[in-house]
């Protein structure tokens, strides 16, 4: 029988849908749960999906999905950025201070995103197009220092 779940219960069923399901939308989540007999609103999982802090990754092909924010704190930051330059970079260069990190189509963002969350004095900040980063460093100094990490994270 269709019922109502805690808010508890429901953001749990929110959590397990989103890690065994591609969900690229908030109206398929919807859809999801409805299936499962979980009676909700779109407006309640958009407030679930801000309250459990998912976020929306590249699948390629300029496609998304959302899923658990891995970003509870700065080591997880690093670990899933080593994770995805392993999975995703393809080339990292280097002029003066400003290096261009190439990736498979579709993943950039997500790259960048990671990267931006390092809140690293040595980055100024970076750009992101489809398959293209640029990274802007602080000094020429750190910015070659920057390509020897990124590369060692590029090659595990």
């Known amino acids: 029988m269709p019922g109502k779940l805690s808010k508890q219960q429901r953001q749990k069923r929110i959590q397990d849908i989103i890690a065994r399901e591609s969900v690229s939308t908030q109206g ?3 859809e999801f749960l409805r299936r499962e007999e979980v009676l909700v ?3 309640t999982v ?5 309250e459990l802090r998912l976020v929306r990754v590249p699948i390629g092909k300029g496609r998304h999905r959302y899923a ?3 970003s509870g704190g700065h080591g997880d930051v690093e670990g899933e ?3 995805l330059f392993q999975n995703f970079v393809q080339d990292v260069d280097r002029g003066e201070n400003v ?12 790259v960048a995103l990671l ?3 390092l809140r690293r004095d040595d980055i100024v900040g970076t750009i992101a197009g489809e398959d293209t980063i640029f990274v802007v460093a602080r000094t020429t100094d750190e910015g070659e220092a920057l390509m020897e990490e990124l590369h060692a994270l590029m090659l595990g």
């Open 41 to 43: 609103t779109q407006a």
């Open 81 to 83: 950025l080593a994770r």
């Open 99 to 110: 290096l261009v990190v190439r990736t498979a189509e579709g993943h950039a963002s997500g």
């Open 28 to 30: 398929e989540l919807v």
């Open 68 to 70: 658990l924010s891995q």
């Open 115 to 117: 990267m931006d969350r």
């Open 46 to 50: 958009s407030r679930d999906i801000n």
